[in-house]
């Protein structure tokens, strides 16, 4: 049974940090693309990050150069080190799993895979940046 759980969220004042985990389970996170995305209330879910089988990452442009997507393939688990943080990256965060690799032309392009790719997705946890 596939199980994503996510930690780590809570509340930081601007410019701080904050480091998401998701502890993955019945499958290989090595072996598909991974990914984080985010959500506020009354919009729809924005691509943050993808990792794919080869551990070549991908960024959304808003977060680029300040969040870093990583792999632990010992542990099983997805990371997500979000530095310099604002109140726009204010969102659920939730780890996502998609049941091949990422797309290659998306990886070519530098842009995200397409969220309905991605099957199994945690529960989420939540970030508030404060200014």
């Known amino acids: 049974q596939v199980q994503l759980v996510e930690s780590g969220g809570g509340s930081v004042q601007t410019g701080g940090s904050l480091r998401l985990s998701c502890a993955a389970s019945?499958?290989?996170?090595?072996?598909?693309?991974m990914a984080w995305f985010r959500q506020t209330s009354g919009r729809e879910r924005e691509g943050v990050a993808t990792?794919?089988?080869?551990?070549?990452?991908v960024y959304a442009d808003s977060v680029k150069g300040r969040f870093t997507i990583s792999r632990d393939s010992a542990k099983n688990t997805l990371s997500l080190q979000m530095n310099n943080l604002v109140p726009e990256d204010t969102a659920m965060y939730y780890c996502?799993?998609?049941?091949?690799?990422?797309?290659?032309?998306?990886?070519?392009?530098?842009?995200?895979?397409?969220?309905?790719?991605?099957?199994?997705w945690g529960q989420g946890t939540q970030v508030t940046v404060s200014s």
């Open positions: 996502a799993a998609a049941e091949d690799d990422c797309m290659v032309a998306a990886q070519a392009l530098g842009i995200m895979t397409p969220v309905h790719l991605f099957h199994n």
């Open positions: 990792i794919d089988s080869e551990g070549k990452s």
């Open positions: 019945g499958f290989d996170i090595s072996t598909v693309c």
